[in-house]
């Protein structure tokens, strides 16, 4: 008789039990995607996660791309956001510019399918929607990087091909170009072959109020480990052939 009771009394809180178990996970779910969302909103205000910036060059040393870099040499690419405005290089800043100072070598005037913009969008989808600037900010502050960066490299490269010759050599001693670059890691040479020329990176810190990058500094071993120019030869830098 006793455990009779027990036993209604039982059902009958469980009775209770059971709506009560259905709400609570109601509140803990509907909670759960409150919290989901409020973690998005802070991943979406937070500043951008990266160490610091290369700044990639062709062998002419116009612009390849602006790059945020992890000092590991890890880096986060294609972070969504903002779809590709071709009127911001076309319009905004203009083809003469963009042509000279981030001009696309892979296009190519007889095949219609390839766009010039090419070049920028892949750049912006793949490394400027990781810096958490606006794609405008993002292309000017890359050209900005370049006119800064390449009269120096430029400089550099021409002084010391000076003080290597007579006669005027369109190659040089790696380590000679290597110092003339501010010494080891300030930039990091790419060589097709392992002999031409085919690209410059230097490093840049990223400023934290703005993101932008701010000072040329010592790329980390990781990116200095990128370089594919052979370790003490010879150098052809095609810019020196005219
Ligand atoms: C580099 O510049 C020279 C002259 O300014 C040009 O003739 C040459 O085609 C350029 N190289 C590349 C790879 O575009
Ligand atoms: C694209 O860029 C142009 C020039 O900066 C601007 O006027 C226009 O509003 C932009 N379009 C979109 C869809 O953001």
């Given at each position: 008789?006793?455990?009779?009771?027990?036993?209604?009394?039982?059902?009958?809180?469980?009775l209770?039990?059971?709506?009560?178990?259905?709400?609570?996970?109601?509140?803990?779910?509907?909670?759960?995607?409150?919290?989901?969302?409020?973690?998005?909103?802070?991943?979406?205000?937070?500043p951008?996660?990266f160490d610091?910036?290369?700044?990639?060059t062709?062998?002419?040393?116009?612009?390849?791309?602006?790059?945020?870099?992890?000092?590991?040499?890890?880096?986060?690419?294609?972070?969504?956001?903002?779809?590709?405005?071709?009127?911001?290089?076309?319009?905004?800043?203009?083809?003469?510019?963009?042509t000279?100072?981030?001009p696309?070598?892979?296009?190519?005037?007889?095949?219609?399918?390839?766009?010039?913009?090419?070049?920028?969008?892949?750049?912006?989808?793949?490394?400027?929607t990781?810096?958490?600037?606006?794609?405008?900010?993002?292309?000017?502050?890359?050209?900005?990087?370049?006119?800064?960066?390449?009269?120096?490299?430029?400089?550099?490269?021409?002084a010391?091909?000076?003080?290597?010759?007579?006669?005027?050599?369109p190659?040089?001693?790696?380590?000679?170009?290597?110092?003339?670059?501010?010494?080891?890691?300030?930039?990091?040479?790419?060589?097709?072959?392992?002999?031409?020329?085919?690209?410059?990176?230097?490093?840049?810190?990223?400023?934290?109020?703005t993101?932008k990058?701010?000072?040329?500094m010592q790329?980390?071993?990781?990116?200095?480990?990128e370089?594919?120019?052979?370790?003490g030869?010879?150098?052809?830098?095609?810019?020196?052939?005219?």
């Amino acid at each position: 008789m006793f455990y009779k009771q027990a036993l209604a009394r039982i059902r009958r809180s469980s009775l209770l039990v059971l709506p009560l178990l259905f709400l609570t996970s109601l509140i803990s779910a509907d909670l759960d995607v409150q919290n989901t969302r409020r973690a998005l909103r802070r991943r979406s205000r937070q500043p951008p996660q990266f160490d610091f910036y290369i700044l990639a060059t062709f062998v002419n040393l116009t612009g390849h791309g602006l790059w945020p870099n992890n000092m590991d040499g890890s880096y986060p690419t294609n972070c969504g956001g903002a779809r590709f405005n071709d009127s911001i290089p076309e319009q905004a800043i203009g083809m003469p510019v963009m042509t000279t100072y981030w001009p696309n070598f892979q296009y190519d005037v007889e095949d219609g399918g390839e766009l010039y913009d090419n070049l920028w969008e892949h750049e912006w989808y793949k490394h400027g929607t990781c810096t958490g600037l606006d794609q405008y900010t993002y292309m000017t502050t890359t050209i900005a990087g370049i006119t800064t960066a390449t009269p120096t490299l430029l400089g550099e490269m021409a002084a010391t091909a000076a003080a290597v010759s007579p006669p005027h050599p369109p190659s040089l001693p790696l380590p000679d170009l290597e110092t003339a670059f501010g010494g080891p890691g300030m930039a990091v040479l790419l060589c097709n072959g392992k002999k031409y020329l085919t690209g410059v990176y230097t490093c840049w810190t990223k400023d934290s109020g703005t993101h932008k990058p701010y000072a040329r500094m010592q790329c980390p071993p990781a990116v200095v480990a990128e370089g594919t120019c052979p370790k003490g030869g010879e150098v052809v830098v095609p810019i020196f052939k005219a």
